[in-house]
């Protein structure tokens, strides 16, 4: 069977070719306008970025390649005896546009095992940080210092051809992708564990069983099915999300994959990003905690909201800069728990449920959002916790675990279609004013 490598050498043509075709003959042609109201409101629905994998319907949400999230489920391979979709056929399909086979998908799999050992000075790295330091600022530095061993910055020093890149970054972005595991495990592991008992990477398992294991929860099969779906379908999310569009931007600049995934995390260590579903859990929490878990009835949790409200936070795990309808994520994710009767009973689930029942009409009385609607972070913490993994500061990581299947991926393909450095054009506020007034 081929290997992703020599899948992807072989679909990289095409597009290349694509690519030629647009600059030679449509150039000049306008995407959009952009008004000032997107120039001064984060860049909203700004049509700039190539990122071929994945596009965001406001209203059906995220579909991989034209395929939406229960059609992957129908033809992603799972893991032997599992259900689940494995992220290594998501990274798979992200790369390359097709579905691999059962066998393909194991055969990358015992690769990313092959490269998952961390190098010793990571170890000493991690090892030496104080317990204090939040996970997702050590998940960045240690993401960074692998770039001890980048296989891009190496060829770029010796001058290899810019057409031969892609194959360079590819080659960090596996290694990257294999050692996240073992570099998440162990940040976790020092924090919240005893490090001394990790278990080495298992060649026979996959990417995911091995980071259950070596978190320690590997017994637990609910909980590995469930972050094997978390991962894949977090996995990518378009390019215009902060993360993405980071790794996207650092990437231009030639740096390798490894620095552009750090400066992602660091994206991702945002509250109004990824760090919502860490912000989600303790807000339930404190919502269970302040009502008292008897008091949990929908006026309650309607009262907690309003009080969240007019003290002018935001309600995590609600909104989104483009979903304008609950996100298919939170609904897969809330399927997962539907067959699991366990799941079903547990308080924090059916807490997660109850809110979902009325934040939207709150979020809709309350009428500055443009979207009250669910996102993704409001159900995929409270299964972890449910299953024992409880500490929430930590769920952020295993975000970022996901997230490089989708920005390793369009990294490759940036450099494998020769994309430019960007450098997008900035207007001070006159000159803006000055534009608007003209008109
Ligand atoms: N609770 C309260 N207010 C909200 C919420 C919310 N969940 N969502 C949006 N708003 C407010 C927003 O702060 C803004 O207020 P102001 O005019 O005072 O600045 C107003 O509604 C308009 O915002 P939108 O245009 O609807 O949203 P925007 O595109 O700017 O932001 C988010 C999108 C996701 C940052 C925003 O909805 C939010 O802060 N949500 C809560 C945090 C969250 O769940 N983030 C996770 C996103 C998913 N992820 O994984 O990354
Ligand atoms: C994501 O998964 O990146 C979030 O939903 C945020 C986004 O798409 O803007």
New binding site residues.
Partial sequence: TKSLKQTLGEVIPAKQAQLKKLKAEHASKPVQQTTVEQVI??M?GIRSILWDASVLDPNEGIRFHGLSIPECQDVLPPAPGGKEILPESMLWFLMTGQVPTADQTRELSRELAERGELPKYIEQLIDSLPPTLHPMTQLGMGVAALNHESAFQKAYESGVKKTEYWAYAYEDALTLIARLPSLSARIYRNIYRDRSSTPAVDKNLDLVGNYANMLGFGDNKDLTEYLRLYIAI?GD?EGG???AHTSHLVGSTLSDPYLSYAAALYA?AG???????Q??LRWQLAMQDEIGAENITHDTIREFLWR??KSG??????????LRKS?PRFIALQQFCDTRPDLLASPTIQLVKKTFEVAPDV?TE?G?????WP????ASGCVLYHYGLREFKYYTVI?GVSRALGCLTQIVWARALGLPIERPKSLSLNDIEKIATSA
Avoid: I, M, W
């Avoid at 936070?313 to 483009?322: A, F, I, L, R, T």
């Avoid at 500055?368 to 009250?372: F, S, V």
């Fill in positions: 409101g984060g909203r977090h999310h999300n902060a993360s991702l509250p109004l990003h990824g760090l919502a579903n912000e989600v969240t409200l936070q935001v309600v995590p795990g609600y909104g989104h800069g483009v996100d979020l309350h500055k959002t443009k979207n009250p996102n993704v972070d409001a975000f």
